[in-house]
């Protein structure tokens, strides 16, 4: 049996993080995604919690207070895995069942690939595989979808507007609840916490082509919501393509990008099956 976790320290960065259910249960890291922190997945935690399941929610690079480099080089793929496994390596608690929203599921694929002995389960929530997605990108209305990615590569602009009003009304617009709007944009009218958040995408510049492509080899679940505005059904459809192991691909209809917040009981039921069926 091991301690709470707190906070975890890397590079010199502390990263706060929400250790919370059974501490004796099986542990499951929470990786949340954009605009958003650790508290995207209340709803949820304490579902896995009633299973006997323990979680780990951090508040990833950018969103915790004391880790927000400056430097979008700081953000590239290779740093935001080394955070997770850092995590899992000093709270020691590997091999941790691992889910992952938005960016967040972006840093859990790559976790997956390179430390597959720290994870016992994989799941990812809304985004696909990397390389399906940039499959999609290139074959599909993603383009289209993913604007906002080559908007948040401007220096400053972004910044500003995520201080004002546009971020929460293109939350609402993607299905985002008011109460969850004025959660999540409510932060993010402070520059340096839009910056480490935006920095996530200014860093895809520095993702090497070979790792986004490597197959992952542990059980994993993605699942993917017909409602999401900001990824369509291609990239999702064609991750099984990049998964050597036990794989299964589930569609919540009628809900939108947010899974955690809108569909938790859903989403319980499936991690449910899903975590219990490789335990051991």
């Known amino acids: 049996m091991s ?3 707190t906070t975890f320290i890397r590079d010199g960065l502390t ?12 542990p499951v890291v929470l990786l949340h995604g954009f605009p958003q922190d650790s508290r995207s997945w209340d709803r949820l935690a304490p579902l896995l919690h009633r299973r006997g399941f323990r979680t780990l ?12 480099p400056r430097s979008r080089w700081a953000y590239r793929s290779s740093q935001l895995s080394a955070d997770v496994v850092a ?3 000093q709270a020691g608690l590997g091999p941790v069942h691992l889910v992952g929203h938005d960016w967040g599921a972006g840093a859990a694929w790559t ?12 799941t990812t929530l809304s985004v696909p595989h990397p390389a399906a997605f940039v499959r999609a990108v290139l074959t599909s209305s993603q383009v289209l979808k993913s604007w906002y990615m080559l908007a948040f590569q401007i220096p ?23 109460a969850d709007v004025a959660r999540d944009a409510g932060p993010m009218r402070e520059r340096a916490r839009a910056r480490g958040g935006l920095n996530w ?11 986004a492509s490597a197959k992952v080899r ?5 699942v993917w919501s017909d409602g999401d505005t900001a990824i369509g059904r291609v990239g999702p459809a064609l991750t099984s393509r990049y998964v050597d192991a036990p794989y299964r691909f589930e569609v919540l209809e009628g809900v939108s990008h947010w899974i955690p917040d809108e569909a938790p009981e859903r989403l319980d039921a499936l991690l449910g099956e899903h975590l219990t069926a490789h335990s051991r």
């Open 57 to 68: 929610a951090p508040d990833l690079r950018g969103a915790s207070p004391r880790a927000r």
């Open 156 to 178: 400053v602009l972004p910044e500003s507007l995520l201080a004002g009003d546009t971020l929460r009304k293109q939350l609402l617009a993607t299905g985002m609840s008011p």
């Open 15 to 26: 990263f706060d993080v929400r250790d919370t259910g059974p501490i004796d249960g099986a």
């Open 3 to 5: 301690d709470r976790i």
């Open 218 to 222: 542990v059980p994993t679940l993605h």
């Open 111 to 122: 976790v997956a690939v390179d430390r597959p002995d720290l994870i016992r389960t994989l």
């Open 87 to 89: 995590l899992i390596e």
């Open 201 to 211: 995408y200014r860093g895809m510049a520095f993702t090497t082509p070979g790792r």
